[in-house]
């Protein structure tokens, strides 16, 4: 089995005139949430392989702090992560079907949708990933990702 661990960011400043969108902070709320699921991460376990992270201030921000609970884990940063569908996401995680445990940190509503068609077969079926939650979907090792192969085994939010 191989699980992949979608980790929404944690709370953001709110838009700001003249600031993008991929330069919004996280708030001093979202550092404590990154925080606690950083710690929830280490306490059950699950360590990643690999971690990919939204180019996104705020998602990376929020990548930081949980790496500094989880301990050095080799992240990259993906572009492809920032504004995706499930698809595109899906695209992403496949590529590190190698891996056992891997772990996407980025944004909604792609996350939510993707955890929903991978565990239920139909993306319309998500119920909501608040800011710093995180969903663990475990599947067969050599399975290629597609709806409905995935059991979702884990969800927390702060």
């Known amino acids: 089995m191989r699980e992949l661990i979608l980790l929404r960011h944690a709370h953001a400043e709110p838009p700001a005139p003249g600031l993008d969108d991929l330069d919004r902070p996280l708030s001093l709320q979202g550092q404590a949430e990154a925080e606690a699921a950083g710690r929830w991460l280490r306490d059950h376990g699950y360590l990643p392989d ?15 702090t ?3 609970a989880l301990g050095y884990v080799e992240c990259k940063q993906e572009p492809r992560i920032y504004d995706a569908t499930p698809g595109r996401l899906i695209q992403v995680a496949d ?13 909604n509503p ?8 991978l565990s239920s077969g139909q993306s319309g ?4 990933m ?10 067969p090792a050599d399975a290629a990702l597609e ?11 702060p």
């Open 110 to 117: 792609g996350f939510e949708q993707l955890a929903a068609l």
């Open 95 to 107: 590529e590190h079907r190698d891996l056992a445990r891997v772990l996407m940190v980025g944004h």
């Open 125 to 128: 079926d998500f119920r909501g």
């Open 147 to 157: 709806p409905g192969i995935a059991q979702l085994t884990a969800f927390w939010w």
């Open 130 to 139: 608040p800011a710093g939650g995180v969903a663990v979907l475990t599947m």
């Open 66 to 68: 949980v790496m500094a």
């Open 50 to 64: 690999r971690v990919l992270c939204s180019p996104a201030r705020r998602t990376r921000e929020t990548c930081e």
